[in-house]
């Protein structure tokens, strides 16, 4: 439009000027004539080579405005085809600025989320030394308890075998309230981790293909390759024309510089928003991926537990038949104690009463020595029943040998349920073992 507008200012100020000319030349003759109708008829040949002149000046003039006129049609559609060039161009850089503009935002977005994934990651690591120190000293109140509870059983064992089973009891029932109490402090910090867990996993998922970004960013090089050599076309074709469209050039950067400003405040409200949603994510997935170890503990504690119960009853059950046999073994051993004792009342009773028989019949008759032979054999009789009576007794004692080799027996077996029990927090180890490697 502005060219077809200059065209015809063109047109009409050539027309313009040809009438101008046209009505000059026409006052002239007749300003000639009048001043000349006196002159004699010798002027008429200089007043035909002056028109003659001055046509031809009139031919050259108009022949120069329409040569003039072709030349400023040339330049102006050369600006125009510019101009549109400039437009194209402007149009490929805004779509250039907003792909480069993309690309950053995808780059600050997977960075956050590495960021955000090493800040969990390292929380995590946090959290499972913590939960290691944790178990380490679960372990060893464990083990601690359990040489106690060992040590008192020994100890109650050379006392008293019924309070043997009570203290037992008692330090089950406090190794199982620690338990549960440590299993209640880990299900308290799992209820608060569950739901940070799947926000990471969500956000992990979402940035699971980095082959897009690559594509995008190679797309992007080859328009930029390509915006390169256009961009150098443009310039030598521009050279020559620089000049003429310095002010379309500064309207062209001012309008950048506007784009650019818009562009810096959307990058900017969204890098805010994007830190933000960031932090969140941070905090729910490291909540999550705590609250995932937390249950994994939570659940080898609880098989830990289950084992050393199980390991517990059986110990318990083995050491109830011990006491019982023991037990039965006592009595057994009292009573025949007791028979021995009596037999031996009655065989020191019966001697006292043939030694004074004896002396008696030594006193009085002095010559009855034959009934004193007898009486020696009966106390030979006696001494040979005693001796039979210590052999009891001696049999009675390798017995009690015997019991107290059974007896050593189940102190080994109490010994080889603590090794047990020290095997048993093999699984503990096991499962530091593999959250350390997870």
Do not use: W
């Not at 464990?142 to 006392?159: F, M, N, T, Y």
């Not at 011990?322 to 009595?331: S, T």
Request: hydrophobic fraction near 35%; glycine fraction near 4%.
């Amino acid at each position: 439009m502005p060219t077809r507008n200059r065209n015809k200012n063109t047109n009409s100020n050539d027309k313009n000027l040809a009438n101008h000319q046209d009505d000059v030349a026409k006052k002239s003759p007749k300003i000639s004539k009048a001043d000349c109708t006196p002159v004699s008829s010798s002027r008429s040949g200089s007043g035909k080579f002056s028109k003659f002149l001055t046509a031809l000046c009139y031919f050259g003039l108009i022949a120069g405005v329409g040569f003039a006129s072709f030349y400023l049609q040339q330049v102006l559609s050369e600006v125009d085809q510019i101009s549109l060039f400039n437009g194209l161009l402007l149009v490929q850089v805004n779509a250039m600025s907003s792909s480069v503009e993309r690309l950053e935002a995808a780059v600050g977005r997977a960075q956050a989320d590495l960021e955000d994934t090493n800040r969990a990651l390292r929380k995590g690591e946090v959290e499972t030394r913590r939960v290691e120190e944790v178990l380490q000293k679960l372990q060893n109140e464990i083990l601690r308890d359990l040489s106690e509870g060992i040590r008192e059983v020994k100890e109650a064992r050379e006392h008293d075998f019924s309070s043997l089973e009570r203290t037992l009891e008692e330090r089950l029932a406090e190794l199982s309230r620690s338990i549960s109490d440590s299993v209640a402090e880990f299900a308290e910090a799992q209820g608060e981790a569950q739901a940070q867990l799947s926000e990471l996993r969500a956000k992990m998922e979402e940035h699971s293909e980095p082959g897009l970004l690559k594509h995008e960013l190679l797309s992007i090089t080859t328009a930029m390759a390509d915006l390169h050599t256009a961009n150098e076309v443009a310039e030598g074709n521009m050279g020559v024309l620089r000049e003429q469209i310095v002010s379309v050039g500064m309207e062209l950067q001012t309008r950048n510089k506007e784009v650019a400003s818009l562009s810096e405040e959307i990058e900017a409200v969204r890098s805010l928003v994007q830190s933000t949603a960031g932090q969140l994510r941070q905090e729910v997935s490291a909540a999550k991926f705590s609250m995932q170890d937390m249950s994994d503990r939570v659940q080898s504690l609880q098989d830990g537990q289950h084992q050393a119960s199980e390991s517990f009853q059986s110990f318990q059950m083995e050491l109830r038949g011990e006491l019982a046999k023991v037990e039965k073994r006592g009595d057994d051993l009292e009573v025949r104690l007791k028979a021995v004792e009596d037999n031996t009342r009655d065989q020191v009773s019966s001697a006292a009463e043939q030694a004074s028989r004896l002396e008696a019949l030594l006193y009085k008759y002095d010559s009855h020595e034959s009934v004193l032979a007898a009486q020696g054999q009966a106390a030979e009789k006696v001494k040979q029943v005693l001796k039979e009576e210590l052999e009891g007794l001696r049999s009675s004692m390798g017995e009690l040998q015997a019991h107290v080799a059974t007896l050593e027996d189940t102190n080994s077996r109490l010994e080889a349920t603590e090794a047990n029990t020290s095997h048993s927090s093999k699984p503990f180890s096991s499962v530091r073992e593999n959250i350390l490697y997870s």
